[in-house]
T-cell receptor, first 111, second 111 residues
Framework: RKEVEQDPGPFNVPEGATVAFNCTYSNSASQSFFWYRQDCRKEPKLLMSVYSSGNEDGRFTAQLNRASQYISLLIRDSKLSDSATYLCVVNVNNAGNMLTFGGGTRLMVKP | NAGVTQTPKFQVLKTGQSMTLQCAQDMNHNSMYWYRQDPGMGLRLIYYSASEGTTDKGEVPNGYNVSRLNKREFSLRLESAAPSQTSVYFC??????????FGQGTRLTVV
């Protein structure tokens, strides 16, 4: 079993739709969680950190469920520019500072 | 605002040749990473360095060596390139909160 798993998609949604992605992690001692965005042939860029209490940044909301070991990303009012691959990232070893990436979920927003 | 700088951006090697990928960050981060990204495989950690003077193996270290030259620089060396090492390589550094920032990537082809 992979340490961090995501549905690869693609998720095809119309503009204005609400879409949600989940990511599961296997190590219960994981401490830090993030969502990154990666555009085609570009480097990943930090979208948002995921806090225990959940957090919101404009149209984006991230949640953490430690009991079930998953994090989620909700995108409201999808824009064409939201089309990208969304990567879930987990810090699985605080002492070693190692970051483990999920395989990514591809989102395509259609006009 | 250089952030993380990787060189070269593109490289073609013949099987058996060696090369070093260079990475430098100007954000005073302690942790640095090398990942490779292959189609359908997501980002896989090759090596990481939690601080100057330390390096640790990641998920796929075979065929690679690294050097943490100083706090700013973390290089990745392929001693004898193989076609299986054809990939996109990303260097990253992270803050104390494990938020990672990536270089623009090196597209390596081994023929």
């Amino acid at each position: 079993r992979k340490e961090v798993e995501q549905d690869p998609g693609p998720f095809n949604v119309p503009e204005g739709a609400t879409v949600a992605f989940n990511c599961t992690y296997s190590n219960s001692a994981s401490q830090s969680f993030f969502w990154y965005r990666q555009d085609c042939r570009k480097e990943p860029k930090l979208l948002m950190s995921v806090y225990s209490s959940g957090n919101e940044d404009g149209r984006f909301t991230a949640q953490l469920n430690r009991a079930s070991q998953y994090i989620s990303l909700l995108i409201r009012d999808s824009k064409l520019s939201d089309s990208a691959t969304y990567l879930c990232v987990v810090n699985v070893n605080n002492a070693g500072n190692m970051l483990t990436f999920g395989g990514g979920t591809r989102l395509m927003v259609k006009p | 605002n250089a952030g993380v700088t990787q060189t070269p951006k593109f490289q073609v090697l013949k099987t058996g040749q060696s090369m070093t990928l260079q990475c430098a960050q100007d954000m005073n981060h302690n942790s640095m990473y090398w990942y490779r990204q292959d189609p359908g495989m997501g980002l896989r950690l090759i090596y990481y360095s939690a601080s100057e003077g330390t390096t640790d193996k990641g998920e796929v270290p075979n065929g690679y060596n690294v050097s943490r030259l100083n706090k700013r620089e973390f290089s990745l060396r392929l001693e004898s390139a193989a076609p299986s090492q054809t990939s996109v390589y990303f260097c990253a550094s992270s803050s104390r909160q494990f938020e990672a920032f990536f270089g623009q990537g090196t597209r390596l082809t081994v023929v």
